[in-house]
């Protein structure tokens, strides 16, 4: 940040003088500091007025001592607003912004505004957002306050009049109907400024989108629309993208045990559950998955050691037409056995739902070519289970509601909004790109994938379906899909770790400010926006379990626990190993274009190259999961707060405990890590973004 000081005007000076000899004056000392975000000072006069709890001082312009270029350095001494008596507590400030004649009107991102008083008392006033035009903004204290603690009357008008501009310049959207709510905005420079992508993250995203495909387009490749002849030709074309972990998924995507791993520590961790017994539409019996008398199924299902991915949403999905040519995708169900080796592995694959003779349970046992097409037909199901369902319904989707339900409804003195706000940076933006480049008509994924078009809506309306508050709290949702003793399931350890982190800080902050439940259950801010939530993001559906109203302390905790998850560490998880697992195209098909086999003993190479997507499919997908899978300069690490919101000493002080704890699990999990042929670093803090920002 850049301390930017003022000094007063020559005709203020000669009032101020002219008072002194018949008044004593109390001065108060202000410091403003300007972020050090690319164009955030400003050239245009300021003014700031500084209201107390017994009066308020004349509005006084704020001129920087040296001129212009010191704005941009910072470097001032202090400047003082005088009052001819003190005007007790502070409460709020208001500043202004006008331009200078000849100077044309820019905009001016403050952070924030300190003032030492006559008594003695330091008060800061975060801001942290755009003043783009000349209206009066006003900006309260820092000390966090619920709307029942808030009792001058000053303050009670700058926060209502502060929702009433926030729900009009944050209003709900139906972008389809069935989905979650969205925010209104015909365009990203639409949006408010203070949600906008920086100038850095804008610039680095639109040329990482860029120049991911120019190479490819210079080689022809994103117009061929040839199906692959050599399996090599794939890894040459894409050699200049890769990762280590996406050079280990081509060297064992074949492989039972890698195939089993990613269901537990791939991009898709939320499918897999123990199996209690089998569903009546996957016929296995003991002969086809344990020879030789070894052991029955039906004791290893005793022994909590087979599990079972259901891919059921898929089923019946209207499929795509890409290149002129039917696309498929299947909803496989697939049986995995947890070795005596601690391996995961799959014994058994139905590639559709209903059992016929047209509808073969595929085998390891099977030749080499006909199980591996099982396979990769299971991989595309679940590359387009986990894109529109893990991925963009339950972090993207979900986070924008949360932020959107927070920024109508919160005033930036709540100590919600305080504590969430940081979650919510670029996410409104990012989604408004998503809508517009990645699922609109001329989408990627709509062009794309199998479930493009017609189907993609119809996934997205069956996975809201099935979204329950037990599944967004990962907790209750390792315990209802019975994993809680697998080994070697790095999501959930890690996962288990960080939630526990986030919750015992929230708790802390909570419990600073509701001192009990009834605190809780009479903040009408906070009814609001839960309110807001369950009808916006949950369309009212009381079978999702969302609380419809907070009555408890530890009802706001587990929620707001929940929302931090998920806009960090569950999108960190589904998202940043996207092109580690989905480099390597054969490990996860944007779509296929040949059906599945109905008979075993028909696959082959050639098959299985016919069956891939096309080289422009593919190229346009791999070239997205690299933009997915970016991290930009401006990242923020899960936990580091660059704005001061609280100020203070208790709250600050669990934020610093709250990062030395992030701080102690990432070097436990980094020291793990060393140990594995396969390193899981999606949960690692310091890997994972505070924010749903890409």
């Known amino acids: 940040m850049h301390g930017w000081m003022f000094s007063s005007s020559l005709y203020d000076l000669l009032i101020i003088r002219g008072l002194f000899a018949t008044v004593k004056m109390v001065n108060y000392e202000v410091i403003v500091y300007t972020s050090n975000l690319a164009g955030a000072p400003t050239m245009n006069k300021v003014?700031?007025?500084?209201?107390?709890?017994?009066?308020?001082?004349?509005?006084?312009?704020?001129?920087?001592?040296?001129?212009?270029?010191?704005?941009?350095?910072?470097?001032?001494?202090?400047?003082?607003?005088?009052?001819?008596?003190?005007?007790?507590?502070?409460?709020?400030?208001?500043?202004?912004?006008?331009?200078?004649?000849?100077?044309?009107?820019?905009?001016?991102?403050?952070?924030?505004?300190?003032?030492?008083?006559?008594?003695?008392?330091?008060?800061?006033?975060?801001?942290?957002?755009?003043?783009?035009?000349?209206?009066?903004?006003?900006?309260?204290?820092?000390?966090?306050?619920?709307?029942?603690?808030?009792?001058?009357?000053?303050?009670?008008?700058?926060?209502?009049?502060?929702?009433?501009?926030?729900?009009?310049?944050?209003?709900?959207?139906?972008?389809?109907?069935?989905?979650?709510?969205?925010?209104?905005?015909?365009?990203?420079?639409?949006?408010?400024?203070?949600?906008?992508?920086?100038?850095?993250?804008?610039?680095?995203?639109?040329?990482?989108?860029?120049?991911?495909?120019?190479?490819?387009?210079?080689?022809?490749?994103?117009?061929?629309?040839?199906?692959?002849?050599?399996?090599?030709?794939?890894?040459?074309?894409?050699?200049?993208?890769?990762?280590?972990?996406?050079?280990?998924?081509?060297?064992?995507?074949?492989?039972?045990?890698?195939?089993?791993?990613?269901?537990?520590?791939?991009?898709?961790?939320?499918?897999?559950r123990r199996c209690e017994a089998l569903p009546s539409n996957f016929p296995v019996p003991d002969e086809m998955v344990f020879l030789s008398g070894q052991c029955s199924l039906a004791h290893e299902i005793k022994n909590g050691n087979i599990f079972l991915c259901d891919y059921k949403q898929l089923n019946g999905l209207p499929t795509n037409t890409i290149n002129g040519k039917k696309q498929y995708l299947t909803a496989p169900l697939v049986l995995l056995h947890k070795t005596p080796d601690d391996k995961m592995k799959p014994i058994a694959i139905q590639l559709k739902q209903t059992p016929a003779d047209d509808n073969p349970v595929f085998l390891p046992t099977d030749s080499e070519y006909d199980w591996l097409m099982a396979k990769i037909f299971v991989r595309s199901a679940d590359f387009n289970e986990h894109q529109m369902n893990v991925h963009l319904l339950r972090t993207h989707l979900l986070a924008e509601v949360f932020a959107v339900a927070l920024l109508r409804n919160m005033p930036m003195v709540h100590p919600l909004y305080k504590l969430l706000v940081p979650h919510t940076r670029y996410t409104l933006q990012i989604n408004h790109l998503a809508r517009a480049l990645l699922i609109s008509e001329n989408g990627v994924f709509t062009q794309f994938s199998a479930s493009g078009g017609e189907g993609m809506l119809t996934l997205l309306k069956r996975s809201l379906s099935s979204v329950t508050y037990t599944s967004l709290c990962i907790p209750d949702d390792i315990a209802e899909r019975g994993l809680e003793n697998v080994p070697n399931f790095y999501y959930r350890d890690d996962g288990l770790k960080v939630w526990d982190i986030i919750h015992r800080f929230v708790q802390?902050?909570?419990?600073?400010?509701?001192?009990?439940?009834?605190?809780?259950?009479?903040?009408?801010?906070?009814?609001?926006?839960?309110?807001?939530?369950?009808?916006?993001?949950?369309?009212?559906?009381?079978?999702?379990?969302?609380?419809?109203?907070?009555?408890?302390?530890?009802?706001?905790?587990?929620?707001?626990?929940?929302?931090?998850?998920?806009?960090?560490?569950?999108?960190?998880?589904?998202?940043?190993?996207?092109?580690?697992?989905?480099?390597?195209?054969?490990?996860?098909?944007?779509?296929?274009?040949?059906?599945?086999?109905?008979?075993?003993?028909?696959?082959?190479?050639?098959?299985?190259?016919?069956?891939?997507?096309?080289?422009?499919?593919?190229?346009?997908?791999?070239?997205?999961?690299?933009?997915?899978?970016?991290?930009?300069?401006?990242?923020?690490?899960?936990?580091?707060?660059?704005?001061?919101?609280?100020?203070?000493?208790?709250?600050?002080?669990?934020?610093?405990?709250?990062?030395?704890?992030?701080?102690?699990?990432?070097?436990?999990?980094?020291?793990?890590?060393?140990?594995?042929?396969?390193?899981?670093?999606?949960?690692?803090?310091?890997?994972?973004?505070?924010?749903?920002?890409?």
């Open 47 to 272: 003014f700031i007025k500084l209201v107390g709890t017994e009066g308020e001082s004349k509005k006084q312009w704020l001129i920087s001592l040296k001129g212009a270029s010191d704005i941009i350095r910072g470097a001032a001494p202090g400047f003082s607003v005088c009052c001819p008596t003190s005007i007790g507590k502070l409460v709020l400030i208001e500043l202004e912004k006008h331009r200078l004649p000849l100077l044309p009107e820019d905009s001016w991102f403050p952070a924030k505004v300190q003032v030492k008083s006559p008594e003695g008392d330091t008060y800061t006033f975060p801001i942290y957002r755009w003043i783009t035009d000349s209206k009066v903004q006003r900006f309260r204290e820092g000390t966090a306050l619920t709307v029942l603690e808030d009792n001058h009357h000053l303050g009670r008008y700058s926060r209502q009049q502060e929702l009433k501009l926030r729900e009009e310049d944050y209003r709900w959207n139906v972008y389809a109907e069935g989905l979650p709510h969205s925010m209104k905005a015909e365009s990203n420079l639409s949006l408010p400024c203070e949600v906008r992508f920086s100038f850095t993250k804008s610039t680095e995203f639109f040329y990482t989108a860029s120049s991911g495909l120019t190479k490819l387009k210079l080689m022809g490749l994103t117009t061929c629309k040839k199906a692959w002849t050599n399996i090599d030709d794939i890894s040459r074309v894409f050699c200049s993208k890769k990762t280590e972990i996406s050079d280990y998924v081509k060297e064992h995507w074949t492989e039972d045990a890698f195939f089993g791993y990613q269901f537990l520590n791939g991009v898709n961790p939320m499918l897999i």
């Open 508 to 694: 802390g902050i909570f419990g600073h400010y509701y001192k009990d439940d009834c605190a809780v259950e009479q903040d009408s801010e906070l009814q609001k926006w839960i309110s807001d939530i369950f009808e916006h993001g949950f369309l009212s559906k009381e079978c999702t379990g969302i609380p419809q109203r907070l009555t408890t302390v530890a009802e706001l905790v587990k929620f707001a626990t929940m929302v931090i998850f998920t806009c960090s560490a569950q999108h960190s998880a589904v998202n940043t190993g996207q092109f580690d697992y989905g480099g390597w195209m054969p490990n996860c098909p944007i779509s296929l274009q040949r059906p599945p086999p109905t008979k075993k003993g028909t696959a082959s190479k050639a098959t299985m190259l016919q069956t891939l997507p096309d080289v422009n499919t593919t190229v346009q997908g791999l070239s997205t999961l690299w933009l997915l899978s970016k991290q930009s300069s401006d990242f923020v690490a899960f936990g580091q707060y660059p704005e001061d919101h609280f100020c203070e000493e208790i709250p600050t002080k669990l934020i610093k405990d709250f990062q030395g704890d992030l701080e102690v699990l990432s070097a436990i999990i980094k020291n793990r890590n060393k140990g594995l042929e396969v390193p899981y670093t999606y949960m690692d803090p310091a890997e994972v973004e505070n924010s749903v920002a890409i």
